[in-house]
């Protein structure tokens, strides 16, 4: 062979392992079953990726990604790190958003075309407002391809864009030095025991657990307790806060609904040891944290492997670790691990955009109570 033509020959050579191995090679490797998937997503309207190594190439190209998330400030900063140490080549800013207020300016942002984030927090209440305004990014079909590593259930179903990425779960408080354990209600019923009338509990005037408890029950149900429990005549308050304080001094009996979270960061600060939790059934438990990829996002690549991360073992370790809030999906967590072989009334994806409608209606079921004033 001629000098010349072997060169030619060891350049073809070369250039075919360069696009066997590189980020195009899909065409080459992937299964029907991920090709259908790309050609369904697509008919649908989604952008679908065949390979995780496109997505982190064209995130590098990228270079930036912003996060607005309603995750505790410490939370976040520990995701960035470890996002920071896995994916060095990108800037990541995260920045903490909570109330009412603050989700409202962020929709009016993505209406108006002014919104300059990528990644984004949908409050529940308003679930729907956003949908029109988050890219339309297949995540399901690319976690259940194995593209992404996300629990399948983690994502919404129906939309397919949004992936719930924490857990919170109630329970029930009470004072080890005023009652025991064993006199500790078993399920929201048992309050409504003759021992338990007269202001013997405490239930919050705007508690997520009772609406939470809709998926298992049924509203009727939910609702007939409502009124029943009115009967009781409980203390009522608003805010976990207040409630941990009122049983940690002893100035109420039991309190349903509390976040475990919220419990257990308190009993590190409970000298006493007084302030103890009971896991009653069927545990009201609520997927929390829905993020999504804004449809106008200069840098979706980055974006999508900052949900892959929180929702990887790695990223729902480290809510665990910081907060005690990683999802009950994601097996091994603190909150699988608490509702383990346990009945759970779950705030799903089938009933997320419901929620508002229950506690509109479970309040109105309650009386429209306030809270008691000391």
Not at 34 to 42: D, G, H, N, R
Not at 154 to 180: H, K
Not at 206 to 233: C, N, T
């Amino acid at each position: 062979m001629k000098l010349g033509s072997l060169l030619v020959l060891t350049l073809m050579v070369a250039l075919l392992a360069h696009w066997l191995t590189g980020p195009t090679a899909y065409s080459a490797t992937a299964s029907p079953a991920l090709l259908k998937a790309k050609q369904q997503a697509e008919a649908n309207g989604y952008l679908f990726f065949t390979s995780h190594n496109d997505i982190v190439e064209m995130a590098k190209k990228e270079g930036k990604l912003r996060v607005l998330a309603s995750q505790y400030g410490d939370t976040l900063k520990a995701i960035v790190n470890a996002f920071r140490k896995k994916y060095p080549f990108i800037d990541v800013k995260a920045e903490e958003v909570a109330g009412t207020e603050t989700y409202q300016r962020m929709l009016a942002e993505m209406k108006t075309g002014l919104a300059n984030w990528d990644v984004n927090y949908l409050g529940w209440d308003s679930y729907t407002q956003y949908l029109p305004y988050m890219k339309k990014v297949d995540i399901l079909g690319m976690a259940e391809q194995g593209v992404l590593q996300i629990p399948p259930k983690m994502i919404d179903p129906v939309q397919r864009n949004i992936v719930a990425l924490q857990s919170n779960a109630g329970v029930v408080i009470y004072n080890s030095e005023l009652i025991s354990s064993e006199k500790v209600p078993n399920t929201l019923e048992d309050f409504l025991k003759p021992e338990f009338k007269g202001r013997k509990f405490a239930l919050d005037v705007r508690s997520p657990a009772i609406p939470a408890l809709v998926p298992f029950w049924g509203l009727e149900k939910v609702l007939d307790i409502a009124r029943k429990l009115v009967a009781q005549e409980p203390i009522w308050y608003r805010g976990s806060s207040r409630a941990v304080t009122m049983v940690s001094m002893g100035e109420v009996g039991p309190v349903y609904g509390i976040n475990y979270a919220t419990v257990k960061r308190n009993q590190e600060k409970d000298v006493r040891k007084v302030l103890q939790y009971k896991v009653v059934e069927p545990v009201p438990a609520r997927l929390t944290e829905a993020q999504a990829i804004l449809a106008t996002a200069a840098n979706p690549h980055a974006g999508l492997l900052w949900l892959e991360l929180e929702a990887s073992p790695e990223g729902q370790k480290i809510i665990d670790q910081v907060a005690i809030q990683a999802s009950l999906l994601s097996p091994g967590s603190v909150h699988e691990q608490l509702t383990r072989g346990k009945k759970v009334s779950l705030v799903d994806w089938d009933h997320f955009q419901k929620t508002g409608d229950y506690e509109k209606k479970i309040v109105e079921a309650l009386g429209f109570p306030r809270a008691d004033r000391k």
